[in-house]
């Protein structure tokens, strides 16, 4: 039996497959969420000198998603390839570097087990299928992009546009919604938070969100049709409004505060593209609609 066969007849040995897959993307996530805001960062101070016409700077290293090499931030020791295993490295190394002892981040290991488990779920519901390829892709850049909104409230571009083009492409055959469902959902999922902005604006004066959440709720409508967007934003207003408290409490700080709305809308989209359905049924059942 080829193995194509045996993940296709084995949800248990698919399932596996991909949450070990996940573990090496988790770790490779943590070096776009590290570094893509810093390369992006450094293109923007550049297009800026140019428009300036100030002097260029001198040459700088090259900096990009794979060099320079992983090192360890405060002694600068060089990560090599059996201290950068996703999990086990970080659990045989003490959390510590193995020069200079300093802490590593509980951050790098927990964000590996995210993309892992998340991965691991989206395989167990769709299968071996075209639309868990899709969906695994989506995944990883929900986790990427969240976190970059977390660390600088940024919602790059650069991912969240390809993936709004694959969504469309991918529902060219009705993956997971209907073509003309998805470019209605990418459209209504811009214009929907677009007009709540500039509604916000005009009547207090201030800017509730970025532009960045217009484009992430418009490719996941791109994904998942209009069908998912009401469940979207209420999910993510009502995740926004209970976490967003308890951070402001937890970090002693007022309500004027901003906080990313990008993870709350990544964490209720990506619901309701797998268990949307289900859970508007439920919902119509409770409510004494449906049967």
Known sequence: MQPFDI??????????????????????LNVVIHRLPMMLQRDWQAQA????????QGPQETFNLVLPNSHCPHCDHEIKPWENIP??????????CSSCKAPISWRYPLVELLTALLSAVVAWQFGFTWACAGMLLL??????????????????????LPLLWLGLLINTQGVLA???DAVIGAAAGYLSLWSVFWLFKLVTGKEGMGYGDFKLLAMLGAWGGWQVLPLTILLS???????????????????????????????AGWIALIWGEQITQSYLQIAGFAN
């Not at 999990?87 to 510590?96: C, I, N, P, Y």
């Open 7 to 28: 993940l296709a007849s084995s949800p248990l040995a698919f399932v596996f497959c991909v949450f070990i897959l996940s573990l090496l993307i988790g770790s490779f």
């Open 178 to 180: 209907t073509l003309p």
């Open 237 to 267: 207003s009502l995740v926004g409004a209970i976490l967003g408290i308890i951070i402001l409490k937890a970090r002693g700080a007022d309500n004027s505060t901003p906080l990313p709305f990008g993870p709350y809308l990544a964490i």
């Open 139 to 160: 995944t990883w850049g929900l986790v990427a992009m969240s976190l970059i909104d977390v660390d600088h409230q940024l919602l790059p571009d650069v991912l969240v």
């Open 87 to 96: 999990l086990l490295s970080f659990a045989f190394l003490g959390g510590k």
């Open 49 to 56: 000198r140019e428009i300036l016409e100030l002097p260029e």
